[in-house]
T-cell receptor
Framework: QQPVQSPQAVILREGEDAVINCSSSKALYSVHWYRQKHGEAPVFLMILLKGGEQKGHDKISASFNEKKQQSSLYLTASQLSYSGTYFCGTFDRGSTLGRLYFGRGTQLTVWP | NAGVTQTPKFRVLKTGQSMTLLCAQDMNHEYMYWYRQDPGMGLRLIHYSVGEGTTAKGEVPDGYNVSRLKKQNFLLGLESAAPSQTSVYFC????????????FGPGTRLTVL
């Protein structure tokens, strides 16, 4: 039930764009995105609920395609501060007791 | 508000020793979680709790026990530590009422020799 993230790693120059994908084999109710910097705890970015509404956080936005059971995170005009590991967490419809399933993460490195 | 705190931050154990990791939250959250994080494996759920006095197993519960005697505290115990339990442990909590943000503690880095 662990979602699959792709790519595993991305290397960018400052100002470039990136897309991180998250897909699940289960019908999803919501998708959660977190960012973790080296040596720190994961930090919440956004939640997308079923319905496909796109959310935004600064120049980071995301979409959720409920039918395809997929979500994508869009990082626009990347900044050095975007470097870190991005995790998606999925909350499937069949899930009881409110547990998230996290993907293995996508490591994003932004160079000046 | 301190949010989610974890004690200790670092610990080195010898194989066979026992220890307890403490997680505390001051946000009156119902749900609490213990994860372990290993390189390339993401966050794997060990145990979780949906309220005071309740606990449930996650994906990797073997070798760990938990207790939630008070709503604000969630304890993770290792009865007989093994080198395979060398990891970074994160505690998290969230409120009730549907899919909402999980708040993570700063983590505990545990090394078992």
């Amino acid at each position: 039930q662990q979602p699959v993230q792709s790519p595993q790693a991305v290397i960018l120059r400052e100002g470039e764009d990136a897309v991180i994908n998250c897909s699940s084999s289960k019908a999803l109710y919501s998708v959660h995105w977190y960012r973790q910097k080296h040596g720190e705890a994961p930090v919440f970015l956004m939640i997308l609920l079923k319905g496909g509404e796109q959310k935004g956080h600064d120049k980071i936005s995301a979409s959720f395609n409920e039918k395809k059971q997929q979500s994508s995170l869009y990082l626009t005009a990347s900044q050095l501060s975007y470097s870190g590991t991005y995790f998606c967490g999925t909350f499937d419809r069949g899930s009881t007791l409110g547990r998230l399933y996290f993907g293995r993460g996508t490591q994003l490195t932004v160079w000046p | 508000n301190a949010g989610v705190t974890q004690t200790p931050k670092f610990r080195v154990l010898k194989t066979g020793q026992s220890m307890t990791l403490l997680c505390a939250q001051d946000m009156n959250h119902e749900y609490m979680y213990w994860y372990r994080q290993d390189p390339g494996m993401g966050l794997r759920l060990i145990h979780y709790s949906v309220g005071e006095g309740t606990t449930a197993k996650g994906e990797v519960p073997d070798g760990y026990n938990v207790s939630r005697l008070k709503k604000q505290n969630f304890l993770l115990g290792l009865e007989s530590a093994a080198p395979s339990q060398t990891s970074v442990y994160f505690c998290a909590s969230r409120g009730s009422g549907g899919p909402v943000e999980q708040f993570f503690g700063p983590g505990t880095r545990l090394t078992v020799l």
